[in-house]
């Protein structure tokens, strides 16, 4: 098993920035891929970015190109997700994902509790 833990959410007025963390712990060995994820109220969950555990290969959403940057620690055992430029609509819960094979967008099997980021305009 991986548990995650996600920290740095908070809320920011609309062309600030935040940066998400997320700590992997337990059996980390077996994880190949790590992303983030939002969900907005009333919205189904989508992704936002992704990053391979060792090779550092990147891939974000359309939506967030340019603005957010995904960043790994290995001997930390965190991944950071730094957000710039900030838009209202950014507003959601914001999950770190972990996964075995790393497809990148989809199939993750380990999940953190999630993260608010709230964006004022």
């Known amino acids: 098993q991986v548990q995650l833990v996600e920290s740095g959410g908070g809320s920011v007025q609309a062309g600030g920035s935040l940066r998400l963390s997320c700590k992997a712990s337990?059996?980390?060995?077996?994880?190949?891929?790590m992303g983030w994820f939002r969900q907005a109220p009333g919205k189904e969950r989508e992704f936002v970015a992704a990053?391979?555990?060792?090779?550092?290969?990147?891939y974000y959403a359309d939506s967030v190109k340019g603005r957010f940057t995904i960043s790994r620690d290995n001997a930390k055992n965190t991944v950071y997700l730094q957000m710039n430029s900030l838009r209202p609509e950014d507003t959601a819960v914001y999950y770190c994902?972990?996964?075995?094979?790393?497809?990148?967008?989809?199939?993750?099997?380990?999940w953190g509790q999630g993260t608010q980021v709230t964006v004022s305009s």
């Open positions: 990053i391979t555990w060792s090779g550092g290969t990147t």
């Open positions: 994902a972990a996964q075995r094979v790393a497809t990148m967008t989809d199939n993750y099997d380990y």
């Open positions: 337990g059996r980390t060995v077996s994880v190949y891929g």
